[in-house]
């Protein structure tokens, strides 16, 4: 036991004699000659400097300043309230100084872009016996370094960005220039939780800002970025696979300090993954080679080249969807947007993203599905240019036929739209039942259609629509309605379940105007039934005033027949029927009219041939038999 108290006591002596004897004053201005050597910069360590042996031997500072860059501002690059330096114990009981670890307490980091893409913290690391004696670097190395409570502030005079990152916590490793680096830091920016590890070699290299080797992982909130590979940021440069995950919108938005807006299903709302090779050089081209998207169900393969050089960033970019595309519903659909059961959306439509970049990009998938219509292989391009987009179809299967032609958004002024499409052997049926719920109308379509309005919301779209076009539909049935019954019984009754009408052929050319569309040449053939049409369709009112004159032939060689008025009038989903029986009973009360014309006229002798009216050939004979009868009164004078 006394041996044992003895050896405590004697070695409490030890350490509190190797406080006494550790050369404070020196290993202050050793740590300061070596972040001088390592960065170039002028370090300097105010206030007392004083010896501590808990949790290890270290000396500790007042505050402390590494200097700004010549060009950058005023403050210091580095400050911090207070240094910690441990020392290796071993080492110091052998008379050497090496220094094991640095804390920096409350720092303050201030990172600094210029104009001319100038950055203070590329430093130029020296070697470690620049500017120093053997004596003076023997033994150093840095095996931790670690900062509580920090903050860095970036500045970048060239965009006019700038970042807070507070409360810091932070640890690098950095044993030897020629060893890889490690930095593992957590912080706050604007309220989100940032974690960053990084690791390159040669850690000279990550310090001069040459190309070094490693491994970053960033995380915002529930979004990541990690990256293996090569890089380097004195000038910035990065080539290697990179994975991201964006799925924590209110993270990312948070961090810019701005709101984005609410995603649809199919574009990212659950899902935003990129995985690729990522090649960064130091004009800012950003090149992705053989990357696989993921948003939501959708994964696309992609090839980009992103330039932010210019007025506005530039992308060319191939897309391929390698399953069939889910697209959201058209923002149209139903009252949605408060217009009312069966209105159109008057919720606003922003095309303004259309000005933040210029693009080309050409796209394909095997099959799409937007709201609810079902479309079929995909082939085309986007070319956007001055917040103008032209989308050109060059392929799209729809409903066992092709759609092809073009579509324009403009930004400019309350924005626009345009398309000019070209329909081939189109099933209406299943298109009309996806699109709008109306199902009556079996055929094949053929035909144009080129249409302009504006873009303010869909229910402005569809009220100022202009356009013209030409429709043909070949054999089917329009269901719900018995044009042949209804013209052979005078019976408005043929309409409802069960009820068809089948043709041979519907063509007819039209024209719009401020969401009304009128076609006054409808044609229909069928056996033993023709038909002719004239009136509109309000495209945004969703309304129909139309006239059909049926005429119910008595053979099938178009011979003969009957013909009687069908007014079709409301509301889309609910239209009207009626027979026009004032419209059947003009030609019967119009021939009546005729044949007692006539007989008045021969009656009266009237010559009708040589212009003569009825009223002047009446005035005619009430005159000859006045002459006649006032003859017959004074004797025939």
């Not at 509580?148 to 807070?164: H, K, L, M, N, P």
């Amino acid at each position: 036991m006394v041996r044992i108290l003895s050896g405590l006591v004697m070695l409490a002596l030890l350490v509190v004699g190797a406080v006494f004897l550790i050369p404070t004053d020196e290993v202050a201005r050793m740590a300061a000659r070596q972040v001088e050597a390592a960065t170039g910069r002028a370090f300097s360590v105010q206030g007392p400097v004083k010896a501590s042996i808990w949790p290890g031997l270290a000396v500790e500072t007042g505050p402390v300043r590494l200097a700004n860059a010549d060009w950058a501002s005023d403050a210091p690059m580095v400050e911090a309230a207070g240094l910690r330096i441990s020392l290796d114990t071993m080492a110091l009981i052998g008379g050497d100084i090496r220094i094991d670890g640095l804390d920096l307490i409350a720092p303050r980091l201030r990172l600094e872009r210029h104009r001319d893409g100038r950055a203070n913290w590329d430093l130029a690391l020296a070697s470690s016996d620049t500017g120093s004696t053997p004596g003076e670097t023997r033994g150093f190395s840095l095996s931790e370094a670690r900062m509580s409570e920090g903050q860095v502030i970036f500045a970048d005079a060239a965009t006019g960005a700038r970042y807070d990152l507070s409360g810091i916590d932070a640890v690098l490793r950095l044993p030897d220039p020629a060893a890889p680096a490690h930095l593992d830091l957590s912080g706050t920016l604007n309220g989100q939780t940032v974690r960053m590890a990084l690791s390159a070699s040669p850690a000279a290299a990550l310090l001069s800002g040459a190309e070094a080797s490693g491994k970053i992982e960033l995380a915002i909130g529930g979004a990541a970025l990690d990256f293996e590979g090569s890089f380097g940021h004195a000038p910035l440069l990065a080539d290697g696979a990179l994975h991201v995950d964006a799925a924590d919108h209110g993270a990312l938005a948070a961090l810019m300090g701005t709101s984005l807006p609410d995603l649809p299903q199919g574009l990212g709302a659950r899902t935003i993954r990129l995985d690729g090779r990522a090649v960064l050089s130091p004009d800012l081209r950003l090149v992705l080679r053989d990357a696989i998207a993921q948003l939501d169900d959708n994964r696309l393969r992609l090839s980009a080249d992103l330039r932010t050089s210019g007025q506005r960033p530039s992308v060319t970019a191939t897309i391929a969807a390698e399953t069939p595309l889910v697209l959201p519903a058209s923002a149209g659909g139903g009252a949605a947007g408060g217009a009312g059961s069966g209105g159109w959306s008057t919720a606003p439509i922003d095309l303004s993203a259309l000005g933040a970049v210029d693009a080309d990009v050409t796209f394909a998938a095997p099959s799409v599905q937007a709201g609810g219509m079902r479309l079929g292989a995909l082939r085309g391009r986007l070319a956007l240019a001055d917040g103008r987009a032209t989308v050109t179809l060059s392929e799209m299967q729809a409903y066992e036929g092709r759609i092809s032609g073009t579509m324009v958004a403009n930004a400019s002024g309350r924005g626009s739209v345009r398309a000019d499409l070209l329909v081939e052997n189109v099933a209406l049926q299943p298109m009309l039942h996806d699109l709008a719920g109306y199902d009556r109308l079996t055929a094949s379509a053929n035909g144009r259609i080129s249409v302009l309005s504006s873009a303010a919301s869909m229910s402005e779209m569809m009220n100022r629509l202009q356009g013209e076009g030409q429709l043909s539909l070949g054999k089917g049935e329009l269901r719900g309605l018995d044009l042949l019954g209804m013209l052979r019984r005078l019976d408005v009754s043929y309409v409802g379940e069960g009820q068809k009408t089948i043709f041979d052929s519907i063509s007819t050319s039209f024209s719009i105007a401020e969401g009304v569309l009128r076609a006054d040449d409808l044609k229909l053939a069928a056996p033993y039934l023709q038909v002719a049409g004239t009136g509109t369709v309000g495209i945004g009112s969703r309304t129909l005033d139309y006239r059909l004159l049926p005429v119910a032939l008595q053979k099938e060689d178009g011979t003969g027949g009957l013909g009687v008025p069908l007014k079709i009038t409301g509301p889309w989903a609910r239209p009207r029927f009626q027979l026009d029986m004032e419209a059947l009973a003009k030609p019967k009360l119009d021939a009546e009219r005729a044949r007692a014309e006539k007989k008045l006229a021969e009656k009266l002798g009237a010559d009708t041939e040589n212009g003569e009216t009825l009223e002047d050939a009446a005035k005619r004979k009430l005159e000859t038999e006045l002459r006649r009868g006032l003859g017959k009164l004074f004797g025939g004078n």
